[in-house]
């Protein structure tokens, strides 16, 4: 079965850090360009990164952009991204997707997320 | 950046049609793909390309584009389409992803 993991989640002071994980399972992970999208308790989904399938090519939003890093271990068939500086607005349920590996783009895989809670 | 945007709720008579619609400047160069979201689960992706649905979709679920708009139509809705859905594409440069505000999907 085809599946994503996430975990790491928690309870975080503001200007901690944080690392989430998702664990990749069912499919070569080696292949596919991986992405973490967040979404705020009531709110809408957000796009925070992509990473490429050698690690080649990263990108970022802006509002995460200089504190969040991703990565992936293929070894490992592993997903990361490392949340330093945390803020209150950084609260989100964390999910990883899967990009389609051809065609046009699609997240066609989500993990079940993982919840990041920035509070004092 | 870019932005989609989405009207916030929609709503639907059962076993009527529906479309839900994402406008942006991307969109004239980019696809859009849609996904549906119910309450405390993952989104599902139903709808990528021109229109393509992933496998286990209903093919009452269809997609369509003209100029800076994408579109979402649910053709017979059913009551378990009740959910949310965003609209998503890639912003200018091409590099950074972007997802539309949302529209829940109210099926009377």
């Known amino acids: 079965e085809v599946q994503l993991v996430e975990s790491g989640g928690g309870l975080v002071k503001p200007g901690g850090s944080l690392r989430l994980s998702c664990a990749a399972s069912?499919?070569?992970?080696?292949?596919?360009?991986m992405n973490w999208v967040r979404q705020a308790p009531g709110k809408g989904l957000e796009w925070v990164s992509s990473?490429?399938?050698?690690?080649?090519?990263?990108y970022y939003a802006d509002s995460v952009k200089g504190r969040f890093t991703i990565s992936r271990d293929n070894a490992k068939n592993s997903l990361y991204l490392q949340m330093n500086s945390l803020r209150a607005e950084d609260t989100a349920v964390y999910y990883c997707?899967?990009?389609?590996?051809?065609?046009?783009?699609?997240?066609?895989?989500w993990g079940q997320g993982t919840m990041v809670t920035v509070s004092s | 950046s870019s932005e989609l945007t989405q009207d916030p709720a929609v709503s639907v008579a059962l076993g009527q049609t529906v479309r839900i619609t994402c406008q942006g400047d991307?969109?004239?160069?980019?696809?859009a793909s849609w996904y549906q979201q119910k309450p405390g689960q993952a989104p599902v992706l139903v709808i990528y390309?021109?229109?393509n649905r992933p496998s286990g979709i209903p093919d009452r679920f269809s997609g369509s584009s003209s100029g800076n708009t994408a579109s979402l139509t649910i053709t017979g809705a059913q009551a378990e389409d009740e959910a949310d859905y965003y609209c998503?594409?890639?912003?200018?440069?091409?590099?950074?992803?972007?997802f539309g505000g949302g529209t829940k999907l109210t099926v009377l």
């Open positions: 390309g021109k229109n």
């Open positions: 990473i490429s399938s050698s690690s080649s090519y990263i």
């Open positions: 998503n594409s890639r912003d200018s440069s091409g590099n950074l992803g972007v």
């Open positions: 991307s969109l004239r160069s980019y696809y």
């Open positions: 997707a899967r990009d389609k590996m051809a065609g046009p783009d699609a997240f066609d895989i």
């Open positions: 069912g499919f070569t992970f080696s292949s596919y360009s």
